[in-house]
């Protein structure tokens, strides 16, 4: 049973840096594409980021464009949310998961990942 488990969360002032990380046990991440969700308070969980099977490939939502930074190392069988520039906004619980398939393209929607972390909480004060 594959596992997911997310790290790296905390309270930073705007403009600060976080790095989240998600550790995966119970399947090799090779040729899954993975991604990272967030959910605020009375909002539905919303894509962040992916990046494909072999981390040649990366995408994000706009809002994090150029702030946020997604990485992956098979080896260890880790992806990772470099964010920077945080601000209140970014607020959120943020998930990591995985693909349903592998070598599929990363999608951008919950549908598209069969397996979830449960959550690491990012607070970002003004």
């Known amino acids: 049973q594959v596992q997911l488990v997310e790290s790296g969360g905390g309270l930073v002032q705007a403009g600060g840096s976080l790095r989240l990380s998600c550790a995966v046990s119970?399947?090799?991440?090779?040729?899954?594409?993975m991604a990272w969700f967030r959910q605020a308070p009375g909002k539905e969980r919303e894509f962040v980021a992916s990046?494909?099977?072999?981390?040649?490939?990366?995408y994000y939502t706009d809002p994090v464009k150029g702030r946020f930074t997604i990485s992956r190392d098979n080896a260890k069988n880790t992806v990772s949310l470099q964010m920077n520039n945080l601000k209140p906004a970014d607020a959120a619980i943020f998930y990591c998961?995985?693909?349903?398939?592998?070598?599929?393209?990363?999608?951008?929607?919950?549908?598209?990942?069969?397996?979830w972390g449960q959550g690491t909480q990012v607070t970002v004060s003004s």
């Open positions: 119970g399947r090799s991440i090779n040729g899954y594409a």
């Open positions: 998961a995985i693909a349903r398939s592998r070598y599929l393209a990363p999608g951008r929607t919950r549908l598209d990942y069969d397996s």
């Open positions: 990046i494909n099977w072999s981390g040649g490939a990366t």
